[in-house]
């Protein structure tokens, strides 16, 4: 599919994924801003994804999580076979995943990062995430993001 370049959708392209991209305009500032993406795109929030970057006994780690929720640190250091999970600091995770943050993708990184999918997105048959840029997701399907990412899939969510 034509449309703004980004490391995310060029891999997406030339593993020949089935995708579309969608842009959208809400302040990255604003409160609830997961809510205002899933409103902007017309899709039900628990849709829409989020990827953190975090730090799992000292490791950079990929967490990919609803935006209606929150990140249940405790599981996804489980989920990786680790004893502890904080959230990278902002400039760490913008290195080593080459994207600013509100554009992380799990996508594209400029050095693939382990992975932990929140097992919601299988319950979807396609899922929002970011396509490396603010302003821009990409959907596609769940089985295809851990496939592309060697992700993990577990209830990391918080409830």
Known sequence: MAGPGTPAIALLTKRKIAHSIHPYDVSPDAPNYGALV?????V??????KSLVTEVDGGLTVAVVPVTGELDLK??????????AVMADRAVAERATGYVR???SPLGQRKRLPTVVD???LAHPTMY???GRRGL???LTPTDLV???????ASIAAT
């Open 75 to 84: 599981a996804l250091a489980a989920a990786m076979g680790g004893k502890r």
């Open 102 to 104: 509100g554009g992380i």
């Open 137 to 139: 997701q990409v959907q």
């Open 119 to 121: 097992s919601s997105a």
């Open 129 to 131: 995430v970011s396509a």
């Open 147 to 153: 496939a592309l990412t060697g992700a993990a899939t």
């Open 44 to 49: 039900a929030p628990d849709r829409v994804f």
């Open 38 to 42: 899933a409103a902007a795109l017309g």
